[in-house]
């Protein structure tokens, strides 16, 4: 065995010295990928933190000029962690059936069948059968997978912390960046990148983990040390928020904190559906005044914190905001045309244009299908899977805080409400978000929309251990 381990290393330097002198450099990625692949077997665990660890910090080759549209190292994991999971699954046969059976389960397990038949009655099948198999290996290595974690309360810590602290990283390298433009709005577009694309999708992402960074500076209890830490997380990330110049996303935040107060005040059910009932006749029948005070809006986006929050319902002059409106209405006249099926999953970006009016273009439109999608989680689905598509993101929002509720009201233990309360105060910021922009598929977002997603089923089916008091955080917390 030792002869035979000697002369493969001798092999692989031989192989990778020749390579090297042709200018290929891949296989030098050969023995991480070995780490990783022996990682999975013999422990997952590990590989779990692996990659929630890098996702923060994850890389786009798009972004680079490889030629290649991935993100590193996450999204080669994601794929070999359903290839991991099909093979435990074929060779063990079974699976955890109330996990399966699970509402959340069972609304993406819908969800990804008509995302299949979407797919072959698309407009570009290639693109969308893409678009499926990441969506496939996204929710089997951040739900179906990622669930095995969430056993104990120490790992359910470290889901948090092992995804905040290279957050807070980033959070400081944008900051910088951004100082270099004075903190401009236009110098926040791009400061993030290459870490993050631009300044909507870093919103989103510190908006998700807002709920977490407050729990553990102000509700967890924590010795002095670790709560010292814990409050600079949360400052770093909330002024990282704050500065991103993210309208949508400062909304989000605001709807999630308004939720869990509506939670923690417990109010009545009968109450709360004649209060939501009430504003919306009231919405109703103001509409139309609304809508024309929204028109005599003409605050743009400025660099100016407060004129910028106004210019949030400025609907006649801000082109940010028209061309929202722009994509909207043509995913509308999309969906006009293909109510059933829609044009397939992704396709989007790629199938819009002719369904533009020139009266609604605004100087940021495009005919190329290269600067986004439909701006909205809804109204994307719509036109590209059509009215299922839009009907089983309802249902999965639903479900998820259902289950979330549920866990909050009939839990016994305080730390499982806290954690409940986290996870789906996260997904409110992201669901809310999603009325103006979509990132599910962004390996930074999905993983904690969908690990999220997890942990509270995983809180519901009463699977976590709360008897252990520790308050241990990773490693490079305790130091």
């Known amino acids: 065995m030792r002869s035979l381990v000697i002369g493969l290393a001798v092999l692989f330097v031989l192989a ?11 296989l030098n990625l050969l023995p991480l990928a070995a780490a990783i692949v ?16 890098f996702t923060p910090i994850s890389l786009s ?21 359903l290839l991991l999971f099909l093979l435990k699954f074929l060779q063990e046969g079974t699976f955890d059936r109330a996990f399966l059976k699970h509402p959340i389960t069972v609304v993406i397990g819908l969800q990804l069948l008509w995302m299949f038949v979407t797919s072959i009655t ?6 969308s059968f893409k678009y499926f198999v990441a969506r496939l290996w996204s929710v089997a ?13 120490k790992k359910l810590r470290r889901f948090f912390w092992y995804y905040m602290l290279p957050l807070c990283g980033v959070v400081i390298y944008t900051t910088l960046q951004h100082a270099e433009g004075n903190f401009s709005k236009t110098a926040s577009i791009m400061a993030s990148y290459p870490f993050i694309k631009e300044h909507t999708a870093y919103g989103a992402i510190l908006a998700l983990y807002a709920p977490a960074a407050i729990a553990f500076a102000f509700v967890s209890k924590e010795n002095i040390n ?10 770093v990330l909330f002024g990282g928020l704050i500065l991103s110049y993210t309208r949508a996303a400062w909304v989000s935040v605001i709807a999630a904190g308004l939720v869990a107060l509506v939670m923690y005040i417990r109010i009545n059910k009968l109450v709360f559906w004649g209060l939501t009932t009430t504003f919306a006749i009231i919405l109703a029948i103001n509409l139309q005044p609304l809508l024309n005070s929204l028109e005599k809006n003409n605050q743009d986006s400025s660099d100016n914190l407060g004129e910028h929050v106004e210019s949030i319902s400025n609907i006649s002059t801000d082109a940010s905001n028209l061309e929202r409106i722009n994509r909207w209405k043509s995913a509308m006249r999309m ?7 829609g044009f397939g999953p992704g396709t989007y970006q ?26 909205s989680e809804y109204i994307g689905p719509l036109a590209e899977q059509g009215v299922l598509g839009l009907l089983f993101t309802l249902l999965l929002v639903y479900q998820m805080l259902r289950t979330g509720i549920r866990v909050y009201y009939r839990s016994s233990s305080k730390k499982a409400r806290m954690y409940a309360l986290v996870a789906m105060c996260g997904l409110v910021t992201y669901w809310v978000h999603g009325f103006l922009n979509n990132f599910l598929d962004n390996d930074k977002t999905s993983l904690a929309v969908w690990g999220f997603s997890a942990l509270l089923l995983m809180l519901d089916l009463k699977r976590v251990d709360f008897e252990d008091e520790s308050q241990e955080l990773p490693s490079a917390v305790n130091t």
């Open 38 to 53: 022996g990682a999975a077997f013999f422990s997952l665990d590990k590989l779990l933190y692996f990659l929630i660890f």
């Open 335 to 341: 969906f006009n045309e293909r109510p059933l099926v």
């Open 61 to 81: 080759l798009e972004e680079l000029d490889l030629g290649v549209s991935i993100s590193v190292p996450t999204e080669p994991l994601f794929f070999g962690i």
């Open 16 to 26: 990778n010295t020749f390579l090297l002198t042709q200018e290929f450099y891949w």
């Open 122 to 127: 698309s407009e570009i099948p290639l693109v």
């Open 141 to 153: 290595a951040l739900y179906m997978v990622m669930s095995r974690l969430f056993t104990t309360e």
């Open 226 to 235: 670790r709560k010292a830490l814990a409050i600079a997380v949360f400052i």
């Open 350 to 375: 790629f199938t819009y244009a002719p369904y533009q009016k020139p009266n609604e273009k605004t100087i940021i439109s495009t005919n190329n299908g290269d600067v986004g999608n439909a701006h």
